[in-house]
């Protein structure tokens, strides 16, 4: 069953993609109502329809929800490079809610970067454009206050990893597996 949202930031991008370095279909403006129609496995992006009959990606973030977006069908995005992985806390569990982004050594510029969030199984995906390549850096950099990875202070329970170094278009289908160090 679709779910209905609305936009919560103006100028909020409608995508070709689930990424930010997809192309830009439209902006929407706060308040203006679209239906997801599903979403990508890590469930920050959904697929959505627009007031304007428009349909595209956007970002979880910048939207208010009526339900929860993981009943919802999972896509499979056949034009897009998919970099994913896990995140473990110490305990070598899945660690929830941790922020990974990736980033062009040759232009670290905003337009040039993306980020996940883990889901419930630690797992995070990035979508990149397939024309993408070159030398990337990812890696581990942020994480909720409401992680499992987290203590009742609000203490990240660990430290965060080092990247790793990749080079695009990806070769095979690797993850890229983060453990929070001692």
């Known amino acids: 069953v679709p779910i209905a949202a609305d936009v919560i ?9 689930p990424g930010r370095m997809f192309e ?3 902006m929407y403006a706060t308040g203006d109502r679209v239906t997801l129609l599903a ?4 469930n920050n992006w959904v697929l959505v ?6 349909s595209g ?10 339900g929860d977006v993981t009943p919802l069908p999972i896509i499979t995005v056949p034009d897009a490079q998919v970099v994913h992985g896990h995140v473990y806390r110490t305990d070598k569990t899945p660690a929830t809610l941790i922020g990974v982004s990736i980033a062009s050594v040759a232009e670290p510029t905003p337009e040039r970067q993306d980020a996940s969030t883990t889901n419930q199984q630690g797992e995070w995906f990035i979508y990149l454009p397939l024309d993408l390549d070159g030398d990337w850096v990812i890696g581990v950099n942020s994480y909720s206050p409401n992680s499992n990875a987290v203590n009742a202070s609000g203490t990240l329970m660990g430290n965060l990893p080092g990247a790793q170094k990749i ?3 990806l070769a095979a289908d690797v ?8």
């Not at 329809?49 to 428009?54: A, C, F, H, V």
């Not at 993850?175 to 001692?182: A, D, G, T």
């Open 9 to 17: 930031y103006d100028n909020y991008f409608l995508r070709t993609g």
């Open 24 to 26: 830009t279909i439209r």
């Open 39 to 42: 979403r990508e496995r890590g």
């Open 49 to 54: 329809q627009t007031s304007d009959n428009r």
């Open 57 to 66: 990606w956007m970002n979880v973030v910048g939207l208010q929800l009526t």
């Open 167 to 169: 080079t695009l278009p």
């Open 175 to 182: 993850n890229y597996e983060f453990s929070l160090l001692p």
